[in-house]
């Protein structure tokens, strides 16, 4: 009897200790990761990349539990313009028309939980653009050291309306579409 009594309290201490490890922190590879834009317009479209700032993922064992990223607004380049047009372009994404950076020059991502399904995780968290938070879900892949995942973000739902066709009338040619997109590529 005492031995079972013992190998009762033995596997409790090992289960509670389990069930209250720290997430370990595995740190993002800021220069070998890479977040790509593209915004639609009626009679085109533009894309660039943004700079991220700091990440990291939280995992239990091999499972992920969190995360915290953030996005360096200032540096949103083009990549389809040159010269003056490209260098218009960055300014105006930049502005109070868009992503007004001098006063939100950080976007963030929290990951509050993940799920993990045949292809990777489904990821629920919390984004911030231009001061505002709102709550996102979106699948992930995670393999040998890398994190792959595209976004689709209505950015008119950040405040970020300008040309939106949602919002104002008769833009006819210069409309912009509400969604933009991510690709993200997270080394670790």
Do not use: C
Not at 47 to 67: A, P
Not at 173 to 188: A, G, P
């Amino acid at each position: 009897m005492k031995t079972v009594i013992k190998s009762v309290l033995i596997l409790a201490v090992a289960v509670g200790t389990v069930a209250f490890t720290t997430p370990m922190k595995e740190k993002i590879e800021i220069k070998e990761s890479t977040i790509k834009w593209k915004g639609k317009k009626v009679l085109g479209s533009h894309n660039g990349t943004i700079d991220l700032q700091s990440g990291y993922f939280e995992m239990e064992g091999d499972q992920l539990v969190g995360g915290k990223f953030v996005v360096d607004m200032t540096s949103i380049s083009n990549e389809d313009l040159t010269g003056d047009n490209r260098a218009k372009l960055e300014g105006h994404l930049k502005s109070d028309d868009f992503f007004g950076v001098s006063d939100h020059p950080t976007a963030t991502l929290v990951i509050n939980s993940a799920t993990k399904n045949a292809d990777g995780y489904m990821v629920n968290g919390d984004i911030t653009i231009k001061g505002t938070t709102l709550p996102i879900t979106f699948d992930m892949d995670m393999a040998n050291g890398m994190a792959t995942t595209g976004l689709k973000i209505d950015r008119t739902k950040f405040g970020v309306r300008y040309g939106s066709g949602s919002f104002f009338d008769n833009l006819g040619d210069n409309t912009i579409s509400d969604n933009f997109e991510l690709d993200i590529i997270l080394k670790y």
